[in-house]
Each structure stands twice: as structure tokens, then as C-alpha cells.
């Protein structure tokens, strides 16, 4: 089925660093959405996006709905150790309809 | 507020058994509910679609009749895995959606072994 494009896959970061890492789509959506998801665990809705154009933060992560609907960045300034974790995001264009995931972007923080 | 659960976290089960996952929206009436399984270092493949009072939509290559969901009330949605075969050893998520949302929440998942 349709998936986003997200890069990196992985990345390895020193503590106090800032991160980014974005999503591209072939296809416009009306609503991106960026999730968390630790080892075990559900993925945890970090940012949601809703107007193109948007830039959204919630403490120290910031996102973006580019302006072509076709594209979302999620910056982190200041990683910290339990920022480590997969970082997926989402497309959406309808209420109650199904999710299209990208493949998610591995980060690991180094102390 | 949108917290979902699901139960049980964890389940073992000999293969040609049955299982059943539970999800519950504990603080929202969920109309639609998703049920995804994810592989290890892999992004959520999706399941099957459930709508409350009518029959679930499944992806395309997911048997209905091996996964059985049913979407009773609009806070529960449970998936039974029948005849479980050790290849369907996963990790199963559901999301819940409030009427009218774009977002999802998700639960916690369900870890599933089938020895």
C-alpha cells in the first residue's frame, strides 16, 4: 500500500544536539500526524498537524506541514538520553480512516 | 484524556489455540478502531479497519477468518487470533479514533508468542 518516504532511518546523536528528520509523500494529505513509539510499546501521538503551512511545537519538538501538503518535518532541539526511541510519521486525510505510516526513524542519544 | 488499553500486554499460547485481544478507549466513544501488527524493527502494518455495529474491513492478504474482529460498543473493539500458528507470534496495536478526529491514539500493544 501508499507509504510516506521518512530519513533518516537511523540516527546516532550526542546528548545536547538537535535532531531532524522529515517525511515526503507522493500524494497531499490533509492531516500529518508524528508519533513515538518506545521498545514495547505503543506509538504515542507527539504532534499533530492540521493546516499547511503549520509549525507546531510542544516543548522541545518542533514540527512542520510543508506547504505542498506533500511533506512534515519534526525538529528536536537539545536531545536528552529518553528522547531515544522510533519516531514515525503519519498521513491522513480523512476522520476515522486509516493511517499512512512512514518507516519510522530510529534515534539513539549517546551521554 | 484519549487513553486506550489494551489487555492482555503480554499472552502466550500453544499453536491451535485461540486468542483474544481486547482494546478499550477509556476517556472517548471510539466509532472507529484499527488493529495493526508490527514485526521487529518494522513500521505498523495495518490490519483491518473496525466500525461499531458493522462488520470489520480487512487489508488486503489478512484472513478474516483467522483474525476475528468484533466492534461491539463504541469503547471496545476485541481481535481473536484463531487457531494461532507460531508465524503469527507478533505484536498486535490497536488505535482508536473519536468521532469526527484525524488523530489516533494508540494502545500500549499486546505481545503475542505462540509456541
Known amino acids: 500500500g501508499q507509504q510516506l518516504n521518512q530519513s533518516p532511518q537511523s540516527m546516532f546523536i550526542q546528548e545536547g544536539e538537535d535532531v531532524s528528520m522529515n517525511c515526503t509523500s507522493s500524494?497531499?494529505?490533509?492531516?500529518w500526524l508524528w508519533y513515538k513509539q518506545d521498545p514495547g510499546e505503543g506509538p504515542v501521538l507527539l504532534i499533530a498537524?492540521?493546516?499547511?503551512?503549520e509549525l507546531t511545537s510542544n516543548g522541545r519538538l518542533t514540527a512542520q506541514f510543508g506547504i505542498t501538503r506533500k511533506d512534515s518535518f519534526l525538529n528536536i532541539s537539545a536531545s536528552i538520553p529518553s528522547d531515544v526511541g522510533i519516531y514515525f510519521c503519519?498521513?491522513?486525510?480523512?476522520?476515522?480512516?486509516?493511517?499512512?505510516f512512514g518507516k519510522g526513524t530510529r534515534l539513539s542519544v549517546i551521554a | 484524556g484519549a487513553v486506550v488499553s489494551q489487555h492482555p500486554s503480554r499472552v502466550i499460547c500453544k499453536s491451535g489455540t485461540s486468542v483474544k485481544i481486547e482494546c478499550r478507549s477509556l476517556?472517548?466513544?471510539?466509532?472507529?478502531m484499527f488493529w495493526y501488527r508490527q514485526f521487529p524493527k518494522q513500521s505498523l502494518m495495518l490490519m483491518a479497519t473496525?466500525?461499531?455495529?458493522?462488520?470489520?474491513?480487512?487489508e488486503q492478504g489478512v484472513e478474516k477468518d483467522k483474525f476475528l474482529i468484533n466492534h461491539a460498543s463504541l469503547t471496545l473493539s476485541t481481535l481473536t487470533v484463531t487457531s494461532a500458528h507460531p508465524e503469527d507470534s507478533s505484536f498486535y496495536i490497536c488505535?482508536?479514533?473519536?468521532?469526527?478526529?484525524?488523530?489516533?491514539?494508540f494502545g500500549p500493544g499486546t505481545r503475542l508468542t505462540v509456541t
Open positions: 488505535s482508536a479514533a473519536p468521532a469526527g478526529d484525524h488523530e489516533q491514539y
Open positions: 500524494s497531499i494529505f490533509n492531516t
Open positions: 498537524l492540521y493546516k499547511a503551512g
Open positions: 503519519a498521513g491522513t486525510d480523512f476522520s476515522n480512516t486509516p493511517l499512512v
Open positions: 476517556d472517548f466513544q471510539a466509532t472507529t
Open positions: 473496525s466500525n461499531e455495529g458493522s462488520k470489520a474491513t480487512y
